[in-house]
């Protein structure tokens, strides 16, 4: 398991890292440029999702009272963690021109 | 479990523990440096990033801000010493405190779309109120200085006991490796250095705690056997003392840390409008998986039969000494010394950031609001190293700062309830708002001290929400959020 969250903890920091990048350009893009910035607040239907976040937490907490393999959820959903910062910077939307 | 496993590396020299401190520093130092040239020209930029904080930034920098050096170590000292059960209420309310500022955060910025400050809103909310106002800033400066200290203090005692550094040399170095580099870029360096920083907490705090299951003979099966025979306990979730002796009182300083904390208004008025509900969504969901890693290794703590006195006597070293003394390689001990000086660091330089916000919009332009560009800019950058120095100096004072504490404690608490209503509520006015906020602490507070936590915290919560829901009901004068619009920008970027 050592080897399998430290490959993985590779994969994921490059992808971090490409993420990271992509972030930069565009904020430096958007300086640049000068837009305005949006202004608008869309509605946003947070609610399950935070919910459920919440509960799968505890789940996982619970969990290694039950099984010892869930001891290495918690690492393996740092990885997780790094991985879903990296894919935010994906989901920005590029800056005009 | 035999513990004579535990020994002290002797390739852990205070040099290597310099070059740590120095070298994240500099690292930080030269990524502040580019962002000082590229994005940051004036006070508004310095302080609000000229509201262009990305999604991924933004997601980035909250966990970063969030994730403090102590918090690193309390989810191991709180696993240790309660089984999962200490876990359990120590993670939960954690990412729940970050999800709670989603609707908060959307209405203030859908609302005050040019805001700086949460104090600032409370100045336009409450018709200019001196009292309502000083309140909530004190209160921010506080909290700010606090997190600053702590953050320090914890790190140097972690370095000190690795690497066997005086803790007030280490405190030194630390907070002027931080300094340097948030003087130069503002938020924008502290978002970037920030989100940097969780990427070197949670992909190192995986490996290395994985390394240390690895390193035990028989492995997680062990452990998890080891720590049953310890107690059965120690594998549930539902233990009531848990709960009552920290849980509850932790679930509502945690939502008060963020709620009533600038260093979180920062960033609801500096991400981009579309992106404020979902960073804040993604920062706390994203946030969980860091503590409950790094609280498996409370769990070899239970196993190995540890107790506090092997360890130094103070329960939060149980994490460093395990990961120190197990046996690792010099190269995964120092990847977790990298996780504890990251969180450090970007917990110090996003209080800075959120310090000279305060600084420039509550303070400068609210007393002194014909201040040049030019000279708000010099001011706005040197509370950075105000802040720094003053906490610093604390630090090194030895002073034992449980006054400090219990202050801004009493004084994030009792402004929680009044702060959410005035945001949610349009009846809240200036009278609840204060009396509330003053009665909680004087009748609050002595209540803390003689029944204890738990007792404590509810009474808090309760006289302040009360107060402020009576005066409330009784002036039945409503305010209208939407008019806050017309707010123009306090600090705006000068024409170029």
Known sequence: ?97 | MDKSIFAAMPTLTPALGYASMIGLGLFSLALSYGVKTLLVRNTHDFIIADRRVGFGFGVGSVIAVWTWAMAVMMSSAMTYNWGLSGLFWFVVPNGFAVMAMIPFARILRKNMPEGYTISEFIEYRFNRSKAATAIVTVTMIFGIILEILINLKGTSVVVSTVFGIDWKIATIVGIVCVLTYSYFGGLWTSVMTGTLNTLMITVPAAIVVAAVYAKIPGGTQAVFDAVGAAGAKNLSVLRPDAAAGFGITLAFGLLAATVSDQTFWQKVWAVKSRDVGRTFLWSGALFYPIPICLGMLGLVGIAYGLVPADIGGDIVAIGPYIVSHIGLGLTLVLLYVLVILAACYSTIDGASAALSSIVAVDIVKRYFPQTSEGRLFVITKLSVLAGGIVATLIVLSGLDFTTLVLTTYALKTSVLLPLVLSILWPKTNMVGFVGGIVAAIAIGMPIYEMAGELVGTLSIVAISGLTVLIAGLVSRTDFDLSGLKRITDEVSAPAE
Do not use: H, Q
């Open chain 1, 1 to 97: 398991m050592y080897a399998l969250i430290t490959i993985v903890g590779i994969v994921v920091t490059v992808f971090f890292l490409a993420g990271f990048w992509r972030g930069c350009k565009n904020a430096i893009a958007e300086y640049r440029a000068g837009s305005p910035e949006w202004g608008e607040v869309p509605d946003y239907r947070y609610g399950g999702i935070a919910a459920l976040s919440v509960v799968a937490s505890a789940v996982v907490i619970a969990g290694a009272g039950f099984s010892p393999a869930m001891i290495y959820a918690g690492p393996l959903l740092a990885l997780v963690t790094a991985a879903g910062c990296g894919l935010a910077f994906f989901m920005e939307d590029k800056p005009a021109g």
